[in-house]
Nanobody
């Protein structure tokens, strides 16, 4: 079992910054990836960024150059630094932990990010 605790969401103005954190705990014992998905009203959930236990990173084109994902392996914590935020970034952001080979997902409870004047 893996438990995920998210923090860092909130309300910011366009151009502002936020940092999301997600700490994983439990019996983590094989290849895995952590990342962030988001879901805006009326839209499908989409991958924002991910990072594997080996350090490989992947970003959605819409956030590349503005968001940075990082991982503290010792703490099993993933961070998402979000800069130059836009109104279209408004969504509920979900932390994801994924075991690979075979795949199995755990999800955080979600944290609201609102970018508005």
């Amino acid at each position: 079992q893996v438990q995920l605790v998210e923090s860092g969401g909130g309300l910011v103005q366009p151009g502002g910054s936020l940092r999301l954190s997600c700490a994983a705990s439990g019996s983590i014992f094989r290849l895995n990836a952590m990342g962030w998905y988001r879901q805006a009203p009326g839209k499908e959930r989409e991958l924002v960024a991910s990072i594997t236990s080996g350090g490989y990173k992947n970003y959605a084109d819409s956030v590349k150059g503005r968001f940075t994902i990082s991982r503290d392996s010792a703490k099993n914590t993933v961070y998402l630094q979000m800069n130059s935020l836009k109104p279209e970034d408004t969504a509920v952001y979900y932390c994801n932990f994924r075991y690979v080979r075979p795949d199995y997902d755990y999800w955080g409870q979600g944290t609201q990010v609102t970018v508005s004047s």
